[in-house]
């Protein structure tokens, strides 16, 4: 099987740059696909840039050389053909639309050349959504990252009955290489490792202080102090922003609503939108 050297990331969004920035430093040639002169422009004189001062700052061995040489490995491009031409593996992380991501992955098939691993880093759809459009069900599968990746280094792995065991191990193998971690899923599941256990944390949470049964910072002393963890679910929250725990919790049951209800109530609507907002369950100014 042909060696990984090539690597092509579709989306220069919050997590499409921290990929392809993060597999450049790494030392891997990146082209860089997204949609328009503009947004890749600024892609490549505001984001890219913003993030190699990021790694400078936050990054254990960053040096000036080294954030400049992974500058310098992306290149910026508008057309898949060009994108994809030489890429060893592709990895999409364009909206979290099904019929988008079908659309990509159709239109990335036509002109990849038939070695190039196709991978999602799509939060919530399976894989084998995805996969009859890839027109390689054998070379596609999930590799799942999170938010700033270069210190929550996960990457999920998360194959469907159809992908390759060796295309799947490569996948591993070249998630080290970028400095993650790779957790490889036996198969598939909704919500990946991750979200599975974060997401029924965060809203118990939710329901014990919507309900009145104990403030948001005693849950996250209990937590914190009864099991060792470093944060708290609220804190967790705040970290993460609170719209997205809300979209969740929107699109589930009516217990499920009740709880969004209350946060959008008690917090979002009160500007308290987390840490990047200055404000959320805690404050941080
Ligand atoms: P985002 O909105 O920040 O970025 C999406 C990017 O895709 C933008 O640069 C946009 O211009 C581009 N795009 C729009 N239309 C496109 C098209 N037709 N073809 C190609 N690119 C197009 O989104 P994001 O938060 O980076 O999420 C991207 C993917 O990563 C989603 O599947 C999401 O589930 C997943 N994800 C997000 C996070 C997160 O914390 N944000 C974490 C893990 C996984």
């Known amino acids: 099987m042909a060696e990984i050297k090539q690597v092509t ?11 392809a920035y993060q597999t450049a430093y790494s030392g891997f040639t990146v082209a860089v696909y997204d949609i328009n002169d503009e947004v890749i422009g600024k892609a490549r004189d505001v984001t890219f840039p913003g993030l190699a001062k990021t790694y400078l700052a936050e990054v254990k061995d960053a040096d000036q050389e080294k954030v400049d040489a992974a500058l310098k490995r992306l290149s910026f491009h508008t057309d898949y053909a060009s994108a994809a031409a ?43 959504d995805i996969a009859p459009s890839t027109g390689r069900s054998d070379r596609f599968l999930a590799m799942h990252f999170a938010n700033r990746v270069w210190q929550f280094n996960t ?12 295309v799947f191990e490569q996948v591993v ?38 309900g009145d049964y104990a403030d948001p910072k005693s849950v996250d002393d209990v937590w914190r102090i009864a099991t060792g963890a470093p944060l708290g679910p609220f804190q967790i ?9 809300y979209n969740i919790m929107m699109s589930g049951d009516a217990e499920q609503q009740k709880l969004g209800a209350w946060l959008k109530e008690n917090y979002i609507d009160k500007g308290r939108l987390g840490m990047a907002s200055g404000h959320g369950f805690y404050d941080y100014t």
């Open 173 to 210: 193998e070249f998630g080290r290489q970028i400095g993650m971690v790779p957790i490889p899923m036996h198969k598939e599941k909704a919500g990946y490792v991750l979200n599975s256990l974060l997401v029924p944390l965060l809203s118990a949470a939710a329901g014990l202080a919507a």
């Open 155 to 166: 990457a999920e792995i998360m194959g469907t009955p159809e992908t390759s065991p060796e």
């Open 237 to 245: 929250y705040d970290v993460i922003g609170l719209n997205t725990p």
């Open 86 to 128: 030489e890429a060893d593996i592709v990895i999409e992380a364009a909206p979290e639309k099904l019929e988008l991501k079908e659309q990509i992955f159709a239109e990335l098939n036509k002109v990849a050349p038939e070695r190039t691993i196709f991978c999602t880093n799509s939060s919530t759809l399976l894989p084998s």
């Open 9 to 19: 990331v579709i989306g220069t969004g919050v997590l499409g740059s921290q990929i």
